[in-house]
């Protein structure tokens, strides 16, 4: 059968069979198992009322059981099991977290978890800022959502183009190295590769001590209030933000003292740490336009009484912005925050496509992969996917705890 008649098959056979399920049961309810009519209409009216709702939800609930508790509990009994089927109990978890890969897609995925929900929720809230501000906004926010439309794969293509080295002497097609042989060492060079990044790393440095001094210093009032839950969620990214504050205190003195190789192109993928980094860049760039167009929606629900409030006492644009709009659009920023991390958490394949986990830049998901299809240790492969799902449950439980509190 051709593929295409066969897609319009099973779409029109999906779709009628879903609208012939709703109506068949329904007619079913009514007419055989509880019809309104005789001595008993009142009751069987009742009776029936309380089974459609999951008439409706029986087709979700099976596809949920079919297709994610069922793939749980097998992948959970794998892992407890040796490849002859006998039960090993945690001998596959002991022997994943013996291997030295293992821990590296930990650290990897740690480090990941940090970066990328931080930077594109940053940066979408930049953007949904700004582009509010410009006349043409729309376009700036077609072409900064534009990413979300590529899949992983096809924008993990792009940037192993803008990262491709050629030898030495050859045509760089590589965007970053076209730039990069571009500088020679003169005071250009010195302003453009020190001076500047230095100048940002010490302001986000200053940004993110801010950040921890004003959700600690309000802690006290927290606790007096009774609020231990927002106390420890403020501690947790008080400590996220002194890690970074460490992390960039580490590159501004590795940018300030490093002895640059001018002239010559670089592998950049192969960069032991900063490789991480350069991977993580495909993500950012893909998930900010979504933290945008979210952030953006919440930013224009602020109230404008406030803001005209603000305005007549005096506030600045910054204290506008930080001070009443961030605070009022908080429980966003945490949805945000919370579905890149979910997403973070899952990331395979801009690892896959870009350096397959060789030089140290290996994460739990393509950790998974190799041993489930490539070693085709099926109880070690199923352990780390156990692990994935460990991380990822805490997220989903405060994702959706948090939505119900807002729809409460």
Not at 11 to 20: E, H, L, N, Y
Not at 71 to 96: C, E, I, Q
Not at 148 to 171: H, N, Q
Not at 204 to 214: N, P, R, V, Y
Request: net charge positive; aromatic share 12%; proline share 5%.
């Amino acid at each position: 059968m051709n593929p295409a008649i066969q897609a319009l098959f099973v779409i029109v056979g999906g779709v009628g069979g879903c609208i012939g399920y709703f109506y068949l049961s329904n007619l079913f309810l009514d007419k055989v198992l509880y019809p309104p009519k005789g001595p008993q209409a009142g009751r069987n009216i009742n009776r029936a009322n309380l089974i459609r709702p999951w008439l409706f939800l029986f087709p979700a609930i099976f596809g949920l059981s079919l297709y994610l508790a069922y793939p749980v509990l097998a992948t959970l009994w794998l892992s407890v099991h040796g490849k002859d089927g006998a039960f090993v109990g945690l001998d596959n978890y002991r022997s994943m977290a013996g291997e030295a890969k293992f821990w590296e897609s930990m650290r990897n995925n740690m480090l990941w978890l940090i970066v990328v929900p931080a930077l594109s929720t940053a940066f979408g809230l930049l953007a949904a800022q700004l582009t509010d501000r410009i006349k043409w906004g729309n376009l700036a926010k077609s072409l900064i959502f534009m990413p979300m439309a590529i899949s992983f794969v096809g924008a993990s293509v792009i940037w192993k183009l803008i990262y491709d080295t050629r030898p030495e002497g050859s045509a760089q097609i590589g965007l970053l190295n076209a730039v990069w042989l571009q500088f020679d060492g003169g005071i250009g060079s010195v302003i453009a590769l020190k001076v500047v990044p230095a100048l940002i790393l010490i302001s986000t440095i200053a940004a993110a001590l801010f950040g921890i001094w004003a959700l600690l210093s309000p802690l006290r009032e927290a606790e007096r209030r009774g609020h231990p839950g927002i106390v420890a969620v403020k501690v947790i990214v008080a400590a996220l933000l002194a890690f970074v504050c460490y992390e960039l205190a580490g590159w501004l003195s590795g940018t300030l003292t490093a002895a640059l190789p001018y002239g010559a192109p670089q592998t950049w993928l192969s960069m032991p740490y900063w490789n991480s980094y350069f991977l993580m860049i495909v993500l950012v760039w893909i998930q900010t336009g979504f933290a945008m167009v979210i952030l953006s929606a919440a930013l224009r629900g602020v109230p404008e009484e406030t803001i005209e409030a603000a305005i007549l006492d005096g506030a600045n644009p910054f204290q506008i912005f930080f001070q009443i709009k961030v605070p009022q659009i908080m429980p966003t920023i945490v949805v945000v925050w919370t579905t890149i991390t979910i997403v973070v958490l899952k990331v395979f394949d801009i690892v896959l496509a870009l350096t397959n986990g060789q030089w140290e830049t290996q994460v739990l998901a393509n950790y998974m992969y190799d041993k489930l299809f490539r070693a085709l240790d099926w109880g070690v492969g199923s352990a780390s996917a156990m692990v994935i799902m460990l991380l990822v449950t805490p997220i989903l439980i405060w994702n959706v705890y948090n939505a119900r509190k807002e729809m409460r």
